[in-house]
């Protein structure tokens, strides 16, 4: 390699670096306009967490399908915690990621759009397979374990030669999306290499029902929680408090939601 070209690729190398710092300071100071910078906030440290909770509470059981109902039908409230806190960590997740496709698309629109659109659409097919997981457990209750085991064999058979389902469909972008988000966060400069890696680990985290917590969950999990939870709390130190006017609605929703769901019409 002759000078010349060393010069340029060092030239080149520098002015890639630079542009990476440039959008990294201007999407520091970016805000979300939507859905706005305390709900991103809460997101993107509340989610990681209650996943990491969840895959905590789990661990303790063999991650195969067996086990886990016959984890179940032993300590019925620990499994089913367990499995509630991942479910609702993934439910709230999707304003973390709108948040970061936001800050990528400023500078890298393109790497925003399918990024952000991927990992939702992956949260959409995670949360359907709690439901499998919520009725399986309920069913073990009335319809006894061996049933039960006997019944999840069958599903995942039909699962596995159904010729088209849509939740199906949808188990790819429910990996690669993390990817494609995190090659995304560090070509933007939104996220720095090693949190753009950590994101990116989510891609190994199992998939599919009555799925329990397998040694690379805490990989996976705890890369989510290094590249979410900074941003969130920087978020969170980047304007105001919310006004009392806002507490005051947010405390009227929240007691509304608690008496819905206490005296609520159930089904």
């Known amino acids: 390699m002759n000078a010349d070209l060393r010069r340029r690729i060092t030239r080149w190398r520098q002015a890639a670096a630079g542009r990476r710092a440039a959008n990294a300071a201007a999407n520091l100071d970016r805000q979300p306009p939507f859905p706005g910078r305390w709900?991103?906030?809460v997101?993107?440290?509340?989610?990681?967490?209650?996943?990491?909770?969840?895959?905590?509470?789990?661990?303790?059981?063999?991650?195969?399908?067996?086990?886990?109902?016959?984890?179940?039908?032993?300590h019925p409230a620990l499994i089913r915690a367990a499995y509630t806190c991942f479910a609702a960590g993934f439910?709230?997740?999707?304003?973390?990621?709108?948040?970061?496709?936001?800050?990528?698309?400023?500078?890298?629109?393109?790497?925003?759009?399918?990024?952000?659109?991927l990992v939702i659409?992956?949260?959409?097919?995670?949360?359907?397979?709690?439901?499998?997981?919520?009725?399986a457990f309920y069913l073990t209750d009335s319809l006894g374990l061996q049933t039960m085991l006997n019944g999840i064999d069958d599903y995942y058979l039909a699962w596995r030669d159904a010729i088209w389902h849509p939740f199906r469909a949808m188990s790819g972008p429910a990996f690669f999306g993390w990817v494609v988000l995190a090659i995304g966060a560090y070509r933007s400069g939104a996220l720095g290499l090693g949190r753009s890696v950590a994101l990116g680990l989510m891609s190994a985290l199992a998939l599919g029902t009555l799925k329990g917590t397998e040694p690379q969950s805490f990989?996976?999990?705890?890369?989510?929680?290094v590249a979410f939870i900074p941003l969130g709390v920087s978020l969170l130190r980047g304007g105001p408090?919310?006004?009392?006017?806002?507490?005051?609605?947010?405390?009227?929703?929240?007691?509304?939601?608690?008496?819905?769901?206490?005296?609520?019409?159930?089904?």
């Open 219 to 225: 990989l996976a999990v705890g890369g989510l929680c």
């Open 43 to 74: 997101s993107l440290i509340g989610g990681p967490t209650l996943i990491m909770t969840g895959t905590v509470l789990r661990s303790q059981f063999y991650y195969f399908v067996p086990y886990q109902l016959a984890a179940y039908a032993q």
């Open 39 to 41: 709900v991103s906030a």
């Open 91 to 117: 439910i709230l997740l999707w304003p973390a990621v709108m948040t970061l496709a936001q800050r990528i698309a400023a500078t890298s629109p393109l790497w925003g759009l399918w990024g952000g659109c």
């Open 241 to 267: 408090p919310p006004t009392r006017r806002a507490m005051l609605w947010i405390a009227v929703l929240v007691l509304v939601h608690v008496l819905m769901t206490a005296y609520g019409p159930r089904g």
């Open 121 to 135: 659409v992956g949260l959409f097919t995670r949360t359907f397979q709690f439901g499998t997981d919520h009725l």
